[in-house]
């Protein structure tokens, strides 16, 4: 009978602190998942913020064009690697696709539109650095724990909670994840990755 | 923790065995029944979980809790009169009119009886040495500061309480007398509506600087290779210029590397009424970085590791450069400003001020006026770093600082770090210990108040 109680009660004990673990790691696992959702969306929605900035700064009223929008994407995600001067690749090309109107307003604003263009680059890297941060926290929270691995894989982590947006689509779980870990790159990053080797940089020279 | 509330768990119970066995041996009546035990077991089982927890925060919250400086303004310079009388307010006393008490002592013998007498006792007055004390205090933006408390007035030998009573040499050195010269010129500046700046340590939380693991840390390899070169400053340490004040009231907060320009007093000036506006609209905090740029031949792998040493804990503890911390790096080639770098203290947020201050300070002469301005706590003026940090010029480029947890701001912040904050074994041990000795508790109470005083006709079964 005593021993009966006393296994009655470290039983108590053990399914308490069974089921409060769990609760625990299923709570804190969705939290961080809803967190990686806002980051994810907060991400994209600095990319647009920076377009339409961009337009403010250069004082010119709209005439935005999908080729400009093009531009200015890759410039914020590290195309024109080279410099933003005057006499540079990233002003050519803005030209290049600028009504002729606006040059000369482009022009006297280049130095500030400079500036915007290298603290929104920045801004950027720091916040994918962020979104990546928090990814790294998830996958660790996850994972380094043999039972909470085990545990948390039998729930269905990365679960449905788990979403990534991108314009109307979204995926979600594993998908998802995948999806937050797609890190944009430029072209020459991506080849030097694929083939080991990276060509010194160049100083772009205008284009004509 | 798991394992270590099982540890606990299982020491409860086999502590709470052991006593049980004891106290059955004994023939004082305090005893645990089994019922008792079983009881008391599950007791244990559910709170001490929550003791554990409780603990566990109470430690996270210390290790995310850091310090950072605050900046202001000084407001006014007050003085306090305190009068003096007998067994009155004033600090600076000594014992005199003695007067007899009758002090009752009782005491309880081995069987429980207790007697009582009554003797007289000699008890004193406190007099005070003078007719009235001074205190003073400077009332700042960021609040009181105490720059010295119960002193004796001008010629105290002019005010002595009591004409037959000298005022020792030692008292008069501790206590001090007359207006303190800091006070004065306190009182002047602000009088002639020219207030000083004044900086203050107080704590804040940061996830980021508590975490191990987080890939936003600024990390560098090259801290010992400058530090030996003798080219990292340390971080501004508080200064005090009160005399016997425990606060700090001001800090240098501009660095030289390699450079030992005469009018050092002038930037330090210039960067403190800078942060006093700084702190006290924007709650910033500039750390100005000015080194010879033939002492640094590359500026980035110098920037990283100054930035990383000061955020190193084993330099600077629970002092280390902090979140609303904005760090600028110029290097001076012959009497121009010819390269920067600059951050904050958070590793998001204010790239716009940042760019800015890169391409802004370029080209400027090396004069303090003109890099960081002269700010008064009424005008903005001309200065470049000023400039930006308000957004005078570009809105864009006004420092905004970053928030941790961002429940107010909405936003993610960075409260997901909180979770991989972990304790060091040193804490976790302070933790079983504590719910251990609680866990104790229950067995004690079982002992004293348990079921054989409810049911006395009952034995241990």
Partial sequence: MIILGVIAALGIGIVFAFVS???????????????LNSQYLSNQN???????????????LVAQSDQLDRILTDAVKGRYDGGFSADGALFSAVVEAYPEASTTALLQNWSKIQDYIVSQREGYKNIQDKLLDMLRNYDTYRTAEPLRAIALSIMGFPSKNLEARLGTTMTTGEVARNQMYL?????????????GVMDPLKVPTPTK | ?????????????????LVKLYLDAQPEEQKITWTEYIFGLVIIVLVTPLVMYGMRNHFIQQKTTFNEWWNGWEVSATRQTIACERDGPCRRTYSCDPYIVMVQ???????GDTSCTTTPETRYHSCPYVTEEWSFYIETTLGRFTVSENRFPNSPDQHIWRSDNQIPADVLSSAGQGIPAFWQEASDRVASGNPGPVTKRMQYKNYILASEHTILKQYAED???????????????????IPDCQESYLANKVYFVGLNPQNQQEWFDSIGRLNAEFGSELQGDV???????????????YFFALKAYWQNPEAFGKNMLSKNAVLILVTIDGDKVDRVRASTGMPVGNEAMVTALRSRLVGLSFDSKVIIGTVTSKNHSTGVIESVLWGLDDKSTRFQRVCMDCIEEGG???????KEITLDNGDIAIIAIIAFVVSMLVWVAFAFIGEQYAYPWRDSY
């Fill in chain 2, 1 to 17: 923790m798991i394992i270590a509330y099982i540890l606990v768990i299982l020491c409860s119970a086999l502590s709470g065995w």
């Fill in chain 1, 46 to 60: 600095y990319l647009s913020t920076y377009i339409s900035g961009f337009y403010e700064q250069s004082g010119v």
């Fill in chain 2, 287 to 301: 750390h100005l970085v000015i080194a010879d740029s033939k002492a640094i031949e590359n500026i980035d792998r």
């Fill in chain 2, 105 to 111: 002592h009782c005491t309880t013998d081995e069987d």
């Fill in chain 2, 412 to 418: 993610v912040g960075f409260s997901y770090l909180k």
């Fill in chain 2, 223 to 241: 801290i010992d290779a400058f530090k030996s070169a003798g080219l990292l400053p340390n971080l501004a340490m508080s200064t005090l210029p």
């Fill in chain 1, 21 to 35: 673990w769990l609760m625990g790691m299923y709570s804190t696992t969705v939290t961080m998942e809803r967190q």
């Fill in chain 1, 183 to 195: 890190i944009v790159l430029t072209k020459d990053a991506i080849k030097a990755y694929e083939s």
